[in-house]
């Protein structure tokens, strides 16, 4: 099955594009995220999904927990509940993440003061 390409959802410093909604089994996303050129996506984590990051696209800077990754195209990553992560993209190109959601339950993202 292809995934439907919609129009990209702007979140101001990213954007995302949910795929195959309603598609697949209950408890799991997938999307790809675009952190802007010269943006982030501040500290945060989530209480019950795990998060699988693709790096399809860019190079930017990546936390997970304490460790700071340079992510670049091929990279994969997992990052599981209650863990916190960020992105800093420093550079002038897009940094495109496939990134699929397990035990997804909506929104649950805890965002933390910077």
């Known amino acids: 099955m292809r ?12 954007r995302k ?6 598609e697949l089994p209950p408890g799991s996303y997938a999307q790809i ?3 802007k050129p010269g943006q ?7 209480l019950h999904q795990y998060e699988l990051f693709c790096i399809i696209g860019g190079e930017a800077r990546l936390g997970i927990g304490e460790v ?3 992510a670049k195209p091929g990279d994969v990553f997992l990052v599981k509940p209650k863990t916190v992560h960020w992105v800093v993209n420093g550079s002038d190109e897009p940094f495109r993440l496939f990134v699929v959601k397990l035990n997804y ?10």
Do not use: A, N, Q
């Open 3 to 14: 995934g439907t390409v919609r129009e990209m959802i702007d979140r101001g410093t990213y």
């Open 40 to 46: 982030r996506v501040g500290k945060h984590y989530h």
């Open 105 to 114: 339950r909506g929104d649950d993202s805890v965002w933390l003061e910077e």
């Open 33 to 35: 995220v675009e952190v």
């Open 68 to 70: 700071e990754y340079v």
């Open 17 to 22: 594009l949910p795929l195959f909604e309603g």
